[in-house]
């Protein structure tokens, strides 16, 4: 079985496309698929081609049995929407050139980079296989959401276009039964959609003592520390979580931000306007790091702004932080609170309530009987949505095409 995968994201990029990506498609050549990968130069979230690797028309390498082939595209930081546009569509049209040459029995499309859609449906036509849209993200719903973009002429033309999408795809793959839910209230057939929720490497990501090295070096002996590790974007309600960190007034307590994105320069601002001490902020650091950042942490932060948009998430930063028994502060309502609660993981605060947030912080910081149960919780949400399981459903899926 040969399938094109196209996604704008791929390692040494560390967010969850990128992350979710790489090892589905690891999976499916360790089940004897031929997978060619068609991405970009990494550069997200900063908007610099990472160290080693240049911006060039075409490349090819070899990554863990995927051939991986990269593009030029215009590179843009997460932050300016027009750039960002600008970035997917100039990554779009060139994929779909290098993959219209490429010999393949199945084309696969990740978003949320929207327009990459576009070059699943012309290949298809142009190809006359069958494609699969990877569903990570309602857009352009969510930028209306993050307040990127107002309602106007051009959301209705992108939400016409996104519709269209739905229609003409072989396979829908959902990454929530939320997501779902949305679309079958649109029209779109049901028939035609398998959720495949995001998950974890339990191998990658195992629980580990704090590295004593971090810890001397950021001065976090005795402390509890609560980590953001990820994009620090428009959607993430970072702004509420600074500013409510204000109102903290346990030494113990620290917070650990890791990453880029939109909006860290403004979080930074907060937190220097109010001379914090409790606040520590890291620049973004390499896949292989990541681990030893999480282990550094006491619980993860997961917030989202409140928005009915945001019930149909399921953050991957719930399951990587869980396999490594990181109690979850999550600040999302919908289907992500709906795991984290069924299976005991964390505790879930009222996003942008100040008052929840608090009160979650001071009571999962001081109850240890309760900590460890909801360590206890962590390892069963992890087991339950093991990624080497959801990919080979996926898998499945695919096959069914052909």
Not at 184 to 197: A, L, P, Q
Not at 249 to 278: C, M, R, W, Y
Not at 370 to 379: E, H, I, R, V
Request: aromatic residues 10%; charged residues 25%.
């Amino acid at each position: 079985m040969k399938i094109l995968f196209v996604t704008d994201n791929f390692p040494p990029e560390v967010n969850a496309p990128a992350s979710r990506t790489y090892e589905h498609c690891k999976r499916w050549v360790d089940q004897g698929a031929e997978v060619t990968l068609i991405t970009c130069a990494p550069n997200f979230p900063q908007g610099r081609v990472y160290e080693g690797y240049k911006n060039k028309l075409y490349q090819t390498e070899m990554v863990d049995g995927i051939k991986v082939i990269r593009v030029w595209s215009y590179i843009s930081a997460n932050e300016g929407f027009l750039k960002r546009v600008l970035d997917y569509v100039s990554f779009a049209f060139m994929a779909f050139w290098a993959g219209l040459f490429k010999k393949c029995d199945l084309i696969v499309i990740t978003s949320p980079q929207f327009f990459t859609t576009l070059t699943g449906y012309f290949l298809s036509l142009f190809k006359r296989k069958k494609w699969v849209f990877e569903l990570r993200d309602l857009w352009p719903e969510s930028i209306v959401t993050v307040g990127a973009m107002k309602k106007s002429r051009a959301i209705r033309m992108l939400e016409k276009i996104e519709h269209f999408m739905y229609r003409k795809a072989d396979l829908i793959i959902p990454v929530t039964n939320a997501f779902k839910d949305t679309l079958v209230k649109r029209g779109i057939d049901e028939n035609k959609m398998v959720v495949v929720t995001n998950g974890v490497n339990a191998s990658q990501f195992k629980a580990k003592p704090k590295p004593q090295e971090l810890v001397a070096k950021y001065g976090l002996d005795g402390k509890f520390v609560i980590g953001y590790i990820g994009t620090h974007g428009m959607a993430h309600s970072l702004d509420f979580i600074m500013n409510a960190i204000v109102k903290l007034t346990d030494p113990n307590i620290h917070f650990l931000f890791v990453g880029s994105g939109a909006e860290k320069q403004k979080i930074v601002n907060i937190a220097q306007e109010h001379t914090l001490t409790n606040v520590t902020f890291v620049d973004p650091v390499s896949k292989d790091l990541v681990v030893d950042y999480v282990a550094l942490t006491d619980a993860a932060l997961v917030p989202l702004r409140k928005s009915d948009t945001f019930k149909t998430v399921i953050p991957s930063k719930i399951f990587e932080n869980a396999a490594m028994q990181k109690p979850i502060l999550l600040g999302v309502e919908g289907q992500a609170k709906d795991i984290v609660d069924t299976h005991k993981a964390g505790l879930c605060f009222e996003p942008e309530n100040e008052t929840s947030f608090l009160e979650a912080v001071q009571k999962l910081s001081k109850d240890k009987a309760l900590y460890k149960d909801l360590q206890t919780g962590c390892t069963e949400l992890a087991t339950a949505y093991d990624r080497n399981n959801l990919a080979d459903t996926m898998l499945i899926q695919l096959k069914k095409l052909i």
